[in-house]
């Protein structure tokens, strides 16, 4: 074969290696082998025209294909550019110049041929259309008929129970969710390879070093012991149901076939979660949490791993020449697509019989009140909405400077992945990962010392309670905006006398006075419950405390005990969940497995606020003014559990233990500290940090006149008057919400909300009628929101007049088409007019949202009975009775309850 017919054939096959680079980035021997082949040969076309410049054929093309030779040495020069530089995500111009003048190149060549070499013309031709076409190929597949795994969808009903999760029974994973691709146990050495990726990613390398998703496991020693405590009382194979999300490298190859203790400093159990436990995540079944993923194990790992510098040298070559395999392989679609999906599968649990010995109970969910809110652009009733929405990713991984490989723009999102847990990092020495999460939390959250009322005001007043008759769910979390009946049973009294805002009124009080102190705290950057994760272990708290003109303090509420050292006084007002195992003791191990019932759950949900009602007394001495000083204080871990994850013993008393319950008591003493504790603090259980997240500083007048009670309304209070009036809503307290909300109206009449919160009251206390002129009032200034819209179907409903409370919806849907809460109210109208089929479509879009949500399953047995279908009726009842709490659990809140006044909420 001649010189000219063999430099054909090796542009033939360069330019159909670079469509098939193009099409099909693969991680694949066939896809490495063809990106070699395409450096190799472009290397050699590009020796062989210096080496036959002045050759006859040479000097043909040089005279009649001159344009072409000049796009095909532009597409060469910026090959051998990128052959050195890498067509990383900076480079990707570079990557666009060297395909489109190496395609220009080879339609002027076809061009030429047609005229001077006819035999080549197909040739060329063929191969620049067939690299063309097979991308156009791919592109076009891809849109018509995508693959199922890219995306997150949820089904259309849940599995009945944790036996048909994930694997199932048979699974080796069980009771966990989570899958791999083999189906079986893959080798721990891919968790332990992090380190390999920050050969290339220093910078995110780095940022997970100290994250959390890095001390995942006993690398961190809080959560270290809680397995440590689970597997000795719930059992080994309970334990897998944390490890699914936790212990990656132990989990995956089998090791929680043992118990954990005897493993801890193997190199598997202070992995952490590494890079590959996200990216090498190949698909996410649904959005109901536990794990429910599939771990890929890539074919070619043992390659990528290899510690053979030839074979290093070529996997770092072809990834950094031709990343988009790599990229495909460690970047699925739903991570960029659906990316709060994506969080759900880990940050929203359940638990059921094989894990607690009990029934379905909801765990933590950050995934459900975010999808509800208005932070996430899907709610359509919350209170306030963000200038833009956000997901997990905008405000937990933040776009930060890095000149990263993979930076958009020089930026990547932030692997630190901050959020709230100040503890490890204290503990590991972390200083600036300690940084980065005080910053996160301060400011999240605010404080106002807002109102004030004479507390005698609070006694011989006539209440009343009323409550939703929406079903209930099981669990040991907040429920927010994901239901119709967020917030407390209602509370009805007068409201009396009131003094607010407290900066803006002449309050007074004499000496011996005893006064009501109303504090709001108010979520303002928080896109889920505040606060949020595993609750039962936190101490977040409202602390209030005030000082007579001469410093001297005369209430407190909220101190520390031990110098600051200690456990915080009991009756704080705490943010956090008070569960009770089956013999009425707290759960504070982490031990959420034994939770049988919740004396009380206080959360605040996105865009929400909360009152807290602190009674004090003015000292007889009291010289003013008085200052008040509120906190809002987080300690990451209860003293309790801090004392108790370091040096946690039981006393040798017999008390017993079972799966349900256990009745020991614990010594703490240091000496019993574990040789090789996890974290750098090892002499001593560690004194956490206590963050300030928010305070706020009043004063208050002393003598000098009679008490002046009354509200001052100025337009540039009417956000502060609204989030009292939140609080009060929340709580239950429809009469102090209402009036709350006047005022909002009088201070700010153009403001929608303030009339459509009055409406919110009185519809909850049953006052449809008046309801509904306040309604009108905010549509006349401003008819497009969707909030005014879902309550005026909620008065139509009531009133009987189903029409327009369907049309209502509609408005409200064609706006917020994933409000679960609307869709489940629109479906609740039809059924009401005995449209079953289509209320039963309704439904469908609802479990596409939440397939365990348990309004529609009691809607869904309802509107099956209405059609006679007896057998999907019976189905639909026992999911949503499976849901629901036990009719028995409020029983064992009966003995915490009288030493507790102050938690009996």
């Known amino acids: 074969m001649s010189t000219p017919r063999k430099l ?353 109970i909801r765990g933590f969910n950050e995934y459900d009140s975010w999808q509800a809110s208005g932070v996430s652009g899907q709610g359509a009733r919350s209170f306030y909405y963000p200038a833009q929405s956000a997901d997990c990713s905008d405000c937990h991984m933040p776009l930060v400077e890095s000149d990263d490989p993979g930076n958009v723009d020089g930026y990547v999102h932030s692997h630190r992945f901050p959020a709230a847990n100040t503890a490890v990092p204290y503990v590991n020495g972390h200083e600036e990962q300690l940084r980065v999460t005080r910053e996160f939390l301060e400011g999240s959250v605010t404080v106002d010392i807002f109102a004030m009322a004479p507390a005698a005001d609070l006694g011989g007043l006539e209440m009343r309670r009323t409550s939703s008759d929406e079903p209930m769910l099981a669990t040991s979390f907040a429920v927010g905006e994901e239901s119709a009946a967020m917030g407390a049973a209602a509370v009805l009294r007068e409201v009396g006398e009131t003094a607010a805002p407290l900066d803006r009124t002449q309050a007074r009080v004499a000496p011996g006075d005893v006064v009501r102190i109303d504090v709001v705290v108010r979520t303002r950057t928080v896109g889920h419950f505040f606060p949020g994760g595993t609750v039962d272990s936190f101490d977040v708290w409202l602390e209030l405390s005030a000082r007579d003109a001469g410093g001297k303090p005369f209430f407190w509420s909220g101190w520390i005990e031990d110098g600051g050292q200690g456990p915080v006084e009991d009756g704080a007002h705490f943010y956090r969940a008070w569960l009770l195992d089956e013999h009425g003791n707290p759960i504070n191990k982490r031990n959420a497995f034994h939770m049988r019932s919740a004396l009380y759950v206080r959360q605040i949900p996105p865009g929400a606020a909360d009152v807290a009602h602190f009674r004090m007394r003015v000292p007889e001495d009291a010289e003013g003014p008085i200052e008040l000083h509120a906190k809002l204080n987080y300690r990451k ?183 679960r809460v609307a869709l489940n109210q629109y479906a609740v109208v039809l059924r009401l007019q005995r449209r079953y089929e289509e209320a039963l479509e309704i439904l469908d879009r609802v479990a596409r949202i939440d397939p365990e949500d348990l309004q529609m399953y009691y809607t869904r047995m309802l509107c099956y009975r209405g059609l006679g279908d007896e057998e999907a009726a019976a189905r639909a009842a026992a999911r949503e009775f499976g849901v629901k709490p036990h009719e028995s659990a409020p029983n064992n809140t009966a003995a915490p309850r009288p030493p507790n006044a102050e938690d009996n909420h």
């Open 8 to 360: 054909a054939v090796c542009l033939l096959l360069v330019v159909v290696s670079a469509g098939w680079i193009w099409a099909f980035p693969e991680a694949s021997v066939l896809f490495v082998g063809t990106v070699l082949l395409h450096v190799v040969l472009g290397v050699v076309l590009v020796g062989a025209a210096f080496r036959h410049w002045r050759s006859g054929w040479m000097a043909l093309l040089r005279r009649d294909a001159k344009f072409a030779l000049a796009a095909l040495a532009a597409s060469a020069l910026f090959g051998l550019v990128l052959g050195y530089v890498g067509a990383t995500r900076p480079n990707q111009w570079i990557v666009q110049v060297h395909g489109a003048a190496g395609f220009l190149g080879v339609a002027l060549l076809t061009v030429w041929a047609v005229r001077h070499a006819r035999a080549f013309a197909p040739w060329v031709g063929g191969a620049g259309v067939l690299a063309l076409c097979l991308p156009i190929y791919v592109a076009l597949r891809s849109h018509w008929f995508p693959t199922p795994q890219d995306r997150i969808v949820n089904p259309l009903e849940a599995p009945g129970s944790m036996e048909y999760e994930g694997g199932g029974v048979g699974s080796p994973f069980f009771p966990s969710a989570s899958q791999t691709n083999t189906g079986g146990y893959i080798p721990s050495d891919f968790f332990l390879d992090s380190k390999l990726c920050g050969e290339c990613h220093k910078d995110v390398y780095e940022q997970w070093n100290e994250s959390m998703h890095h001390f995942s496991s006993f690398n961190n020693q809080f959560y270290r012991k809680s397995i440590e405590y689970m597997q000795e009382t719930a059992g080994i194979e309970a334990s897998k149901w944390c490890a699914g999300c936790h212990d990656h490298a132990m989990f995956f190859n089998g090791r929680f076939e043992e118990p954990a203790i005897g493993q801890i400093d193997t190199p598997e159990a202070q992995a952490g979660l590494g890079c590959v436990s996200c990216h090498s995540i190949s698909s996410v079944a649904d959005t109901m949490g536990n794990g429910g993923f599939t771990i890929e194990y890539p074919a070619l790992h043992p390659l990528m791993a290899s510690r053979n510098p030839v074979i290093r040298a070529i996997d770092s070559y072809v990834i950094n020449t031709a990343p988009a395999a790599h990229r495909r392989t460690f970047m699925k679609p739903f991570m960029r697509q659906d990316r709060s999906e994506f969080c759900s599968s880990c940050h929203k649990v359940h638990l059921d019989v094989p894990v607690n010995n009990y029934r379905w």
């Open 637 to 819: 871990f209860s003293h309790f559990y801090t004392s108790f994850s370091y040096a946690g013993q039981p006393k040798a008393d017999g008390a017993a233990f079972t799966k349900n319950h256990d009745d020991r008591e614990f010594t703490f003493d240091p000496a019993d500290i574990p040789d090789n504790v996890s974290g750098s603090i090892r002499d001593r259980i560690p004194d956490l940090p206590v963050i300030v997240i928010a305070e706020d500083r009043k004063t208050i007048a002393v003598g000098g006149g009679a008490p002046s009670w009354g509200p001052v309304v100025r337009e540039e209070d009417y956000e502060r008057w609204n989030d009292y009036g939140i609080g009060l809503l929340l709580q239950g307290d429809l009469k102090g919400a209402e009036y709350a909300f006047e005022r909002v109206t009088q201070a700010r009449p153009d403001f929608a909300d303030g009339w459509l919160n009055v409406a919110r009251s009185l519809i909850r206390e049953g006052r449809t009628d008046e309801a509904a002129g306040y309604l009108e009032r905010a549509r006349e200034i401003d008819d497009s929101l969707g909030r005014i819209h879902f309550f005026r179907a909620a008065v139509a409903r009531a009133e009987g007049d189903y029409e327009t409370a369907i049309e209502a919806l509609e408005r409200v849907l064609d706006a917020y088409p994933r409000d």
